[in-house]
């Protein structure tokens, strides 16, 4: 057995957001053997969705240490610290700009095993999304069907898909459904920005308080994401909090928050437009419905369940239709259902082990993109996180220089909180006035 798999490894993440920092840090703990020891630092990149404490607390998963940085910050501190791997939890352009920031920052010296992927479904931008992502040592595709198109994109490009390794989504468990609960409970897993607008957020909730009251006997569930003023991946411009305002609720509908796996732990169907829940309720087994009300369509991201048996209209709900998932499609998805999710992890732990024995150490990072093949493209996206087209920190660069005093921090945590509040509580209704 190699050493790395046995000895005490130090594990780094880098995350943007609460779904992404639940996603990455999992993600460390099945890429790691369970007979290591392992110690995990969180590291949150500072900006608009930067979990809150009670996000990170919903989350529920640990870490040694957690602390917020800039970009500058993380790629000082991986300068400072030695770690085995590193997971970047991030939007495209955030993985691009690190991986030439750390190249820079690590050079030839010896360094960790780089791995990213995506938080759940990957159903826009998917070109795109990968050349950003490609450089890591390890690309996670959460399905044999995201493995299979991640290599079609690499290998049409003409660039290495050695780095694509097939896994699971790291979130998946929890006991399997056995049958109905007393009262039957229905479940709406919301999302932020799916649907985007307000007749359509509006219409499917009062096609839920329809549901509610047409049967009075079921607990109908609204389980949203975030509280007003908290940031998850995406932008809410309109939450359901507020969309729920002045509408006479029955008693029967109430409105939840808390980590989904708990509240599956008591769902009878799980409804939704196209929520990586979806893929958690069909690996219990537990009846789910994708909507189809607003159409099939891929800027709603439902087209993706295309042939799952999970389509329907709340239509059909009220008149008690139940779901029957595709068993093919339900595999190819990484959802295991059949068991197979134990073993899901054990070729990336495998990759990894190999790396941290590779004589030499690792070479340095090759992204796909270059100053040289997207001149017009990547230096774009590294000024936006303060990187020179060499990816080495930008005169100014926040924390570029030196470690913050008590003063500056002080400023930067105000500076911090009127930057939120202007695109989380002001941006949104000046875009809205726009729209008049």
């Not at 991030?90 to 095993?113: C, E, I, K, Y």
């Not at 928050?257 to 008591?266: A, P």
């Not at 774009?380 to 003063?407: C, F, N, Q, S, W």
Request: a neutral charge; hydrophobic letters at 40%.
């Amino acid at each position: 057995m190699p050493a790395s798999a046995t000895k005490s490894l130090r594990v780094a993440v880098l995350a943007d957001s609460d779904t992404r920092w639940k996603w990455g840090a999992l993600t460390a703990q099945r890429l790691t053997p369970s007979a290591a020891g392992v110690r995990l630092d969180g590291y949150l990149l500072r900006g608009r969705a930067t979990p809150t404490p009670r996000q990170l607390e919903e989350v529920g998963v640990r870490a040694d240490s957690l602390r917020e940085v800039t970009g500058a910050e993380f790629l000082r501190a991986m300068t400072e610290e030695s770690y085995d791997v590193l997971v970047l939890a991030l939007v495209g352009g955030g993985v691009q700009a690190m991986l030439h920031g750390l190249r820079n920052a690590w050079g030839s010296d010896p360094r960790p095993a780089v791995v990213t992927g995506y938080v759940g479904v990957v159903y826009e931008k998917l070109t795109d999304g990968l050349l950003l992502r490609h450089g890591a040592d390890l690309v996670l595709a959460n399905s044999r069907h995201d493995a299979d198109r991640f290599r079609a994109v690499y290998e049409g490009v003409g660039a290495d898909a050695s780095s694509v390794t097939e896994v699971a989504l790291p979130f998946l468990g929890g006991e399997p459904y056995t049958g109905e609960h007393d009262p039957f409970t229905v479940v709406f897993a919301a999302q932020p920005s799916v649907p985007d607008n307000r007749r359509d957020r509006t219409y499917l909730l009062d096609r839920l308080i329809r549901h509610a009251r047409r049967h009075p006997e079921r607990e109908v569930l609204l389980k949203l994401r975030s509280k007003p003023g908290e940031h998850t991946t995406h932008i809410e411009e309109l939450p359901y909090q507020k969309l729920v305002q002045g509408k006479d609720l029955p008693a029967n509908l109430r409105l939840v928050y808390g980590h989904m796996g708990e509240v599956l732990d008591r769902t009878d169907l799980l409804v939704t437009v196209s929520s990586t829940a979806a893929l958690e309720a069909l690996h219990r087994r537990v009846p789910t419905v994708v909507l189809t009300d607003l159409g099939v369509r891929e800027t709603l991201g439902n087209h993706h369940f295309t042939g799952s048996g999970c389509l329907a209209s709340w239509d059909q709900l009220d008149a008690g239709h139940r779901p029957s998932p595709n068993e093919e499609w339900v595999a190819r998805q990484g959802v295991a259902a059949d068991g197979g999710y134990a073993t899901a992890f054990d070729t990336a732990r495998e990759r990894i082990a190999k790396l941290l024995d590779r004589p030499g150490g690792l070479p340095p990072l090759t992204p796909y993109y270059t100053p040289e093949t997207a001149p017009g493209y990547l230096p774009g996206i590294l000024a936006r996180h303060h990187l020179g087209p060499d990816g080495a920190p930008l005169p100014g660069a926040p924390a570029a220089d030196k470690a913050p005093g008590p003063v500056r921090q002080i400023v930067r945590r105000a500076a911090r909180g009127a930057y939120r509040h202007g695109v989380q509580r002001v941006a949104p209704v000046i875009r809205r006035m726009g729209e008049l």
